[in-house]
């Protein structure tokens, strides 16, 4: 099985900068889909962005398109979250999931899932 462990969140004002990491260990990345989800209080849980290892390619949503990046590092066995301009819409906590493989809409068979990393941006 897959662990995943989520670093990188903090405390920024808006127009700041965070780069989140989730490190993968028990089995590597490179057959997987990975992704970033985050769940602001009383909002539900939204897919941010995911990366198909295997390809390169990527999907972010409209909201942070332009502004964050994914990437991995195949060495590392490590997902990144570039996330730059970032609002006070943006604070929730992130999650890294990695998953046998993904739509825009779903995820498919085995999911793994972080504890997650609390972004917060101040105005």
């Known amino acids: 099985h897959m662990q995943l462990v989520e670093s990188g969140g903090g405390s920024v004002q808006a127009g700041g900068s965070l780069r989140l990491s989730c490190a993968a260990s028990g089995e590597s990345v490179r057959t997987y889909c990975m992704a970033w989800f985050r769940q602001a209080p009383g909002n539900e849980r939204e897919r941010v962005a995911h990366i198909l290892i295997r390809t390169g390619s990527t999907f972010y949503i409209d909201s942070v398109r332009g502004r964050f990046t994914i990437s991995q590092d195949n060495t590392e066995n490590t997902l990144y979250l570039q996330m730059d301009s970032l609002t006070p819409e943006d604070t929730a906590m992130y999650y890294c999931?990695?998953?046998?493989?993904?739509?825009?809409?779903?995820?498919?068979?085995?999911?793994?899932w972080g504890q997650g990393t609390q972004v917060t941006v101040s105005s």
């Open positions: 999931t990695a998953a046998k493989a993904c739509s825009a809409s779903s995820l498919y068979g085995d999911q793994y």
